[in-house]
């Protein structure tokens, strides 16, 4: 009985230190490969393509006599000593009747009169908004490893203002899945590969001057082995998460960029995007199994920079940018 016992714990000694010892060469290899190859997604002509126009946002928000709250901006007691003094895009309104206001006036403001909280003011916030479209692409397959779960890929517009030394907005992000295709699909993938890196050489050499323009690449495919392929990608597309303006290949690992956008720049505490230069910068984390998955950025290439316009427009919801 004794002997069984003691064969018992060392059997499960034997699996708890098999544990924490693949633990420690998973997170350390992981760790150990990134510091010894340093591995960098591969940035090709990734730019600002265009940008919508600048749109001014006007909302209504309650000024708290508390915390502040997500839309709730703090607002001191009347009691209070202190003067707080409220953003400049956030003027309070005025709810008091007028000599001179409309019928319709009086009623709105009796409303809200009635409808605000104790000790709350409703105020108007402006905002300035823009949209930035991307154009490119980004090959992320030399950060690929057996341990890796997904690669979470975002780029972020980053602008100095008043209220902050630095903004960091995210307008647009993507994930990259694992994928296991059958081997059909992966041999018509890797033609396809070939034929990319063979169009990507020919542009730089009539870009060169040393191929004529007119020269083409050969196709390694037929029309229906493109149709086969696409018709297999178009079941990897997460329709719940990445946005219909750019482009996945899980497969062979890259972002394909094509005057994409997913969510609008917005400057919130103060009016600060007229005239300014927006900086972007590629941010991404590569989640892991198990080990290490830090979050790393990178300013593109010769640093890809938007100059917002000066003149601001009203921004309608049926007029945005779709």
């Known amino acids: 009985m004794h002997s069984m016992r003691q064969r018992g714990c060392n059997i499960v000694a034997s699996a708890v230190s098999a544990f924490f010892v693949m633990a420690f060469l998973t997170a350390g290899t992981t760790i150990l490969r990134d510091l010894l190859l340093r591995p960098h997604p591969v940035v090709r002509d990734v730019r600002v393509s265009g940008t919508s126009p600048l749109y001014e946002v006007r909302t209504q928000v309650l000024l708290s006599p508390k915390l502040p709250d997500a839309a709730l901006y703090y607002l001191p007691r009347a009691s209070s000593p202190e003067k707080v003094a409220l953003p400049s895009n956030i003027q309070v309104v005025d709810l008091a009747d007028h000599e001179g206001d409309k019928e319709e006036d009086r009623k709105r403001k009796l409303w809200q009169r009635q409808h605000l909280p104790a000790g709350y003011h409703v105020a108007v916030r402006t905002t300035h908004r823009i949209v930035l479209y991307m154009s490119g692409s980004i090959d992320f397959s030399p950060l690929w490893d057996w341990n890796t779960k997904s690669i979470y890929i975002s780029f972020v517009a980053r602008f100095q203002s008043p209220s902050t030394a630095q903004n960091d907005v995210v307008f647009l992000d993507a994930v990259m899945r694992p994928v296991s295709p059958p081997a059909s699909m992966a041999r018509l993938a890797a033609l396809r590969r ?9 542009d730089h050499s009539i870009n060169a001057g040393t191929v ?31 946005h219909s303006s750019l482009y996945v290949d899980h497969v062979d690992r890259v972002l394909f960029l094509n005057e994409s956008f997913k969510y609008f720049v917005d400057a919130f505490d103060d009016v600060s995007l007229p005239g300014s230069v927006v900086e972007v910068v590629l941010r991404y984390q590569v989640m892991s199994y198990s080990g290490w998955a830090p979050v790393r950025e990178e300013v593109l290439g010769h640093k890809v920079r938007a100059h917002m316009p000066t003149a601001v427009i009203p921004f309608s919801p049926q007029g945005r940018p779709v």
């Open 194 to 202: 070939r034929e990319r890196e063979a169009k990507r050489l020919l």
């Open 212 to 242: 004529a323009p007119s020269v083409a690449v050969e196709p390694l495919m037929t029309e229906a082995e493109r149709q086969q392929l696409a018709a297999y990608e178009e079941t990897l597309r997460s329709r719940e998460h990445d």
